[in-house]
């Protein structure tokens, strides 16, 4: 079982860039396949990206290709999101994910999430 907790997230201007945190518990945090998702109001929570166990393989919307880059630091048991030329459409909560079985994208197919952080985009 693996515990995440999300931090980063904020109030930024568009244009502007923030990096989003996931910290993991536990000792087998290599073994999971991390993604973020997010979910504005009103709004189903979507993929954003996901990367590997062992970090070589990412995926992302594509809505954020060029703009988001998931990446990870084993290590440190740490998930990132670095997001860059932020628009007001990426406001949502964004939430880390773990996969059991793999890299996935989609939502039903993590098993661990976190709280969750706030991102806002002003316009």
């Known amino acids: 079982q693996v515990q995440l907790v999300e931090s980063g997230g904020g109030l930024v201007q568009a244009g502007g860039s923030l990096r989003l945190s996931c910290a993991a518990s536990?000792?087998?945090?290599?073994?999971?396949?991390m993604g973020w998702f997010r979910q504005a109001p009103g709004k189903e929570r979507e993929f954003v990206a996901a990367i590997s166990q062992s970090g070589s393989t990412t995926y992302d919307l594509g809505s954020v290709k060029g703009r988001f880059t998931i990446s990870r630091d084993n290590a440190k048991n740490m998930v990132y999101l670095q997001m860059n030329s932020l628009k007001p459409e990426d406001t949502a909560v964004y939430y880390c994910?773990?996969?059991?079985?793999?890299?996935?994208?989609?939502?039903?197919?993590?098993?661990?999430w976190g709280q969750g952080t706030q991102v806002t985009v002003s316009s």
């Open positions: 536990g000792r087998t945090f290599s073994s999971y396949a």
């Open positions: 994910a773990a996969s059991t079985f793999g890299i996935k994208l989609t939502r039903g197919q993590y098993d661990y």
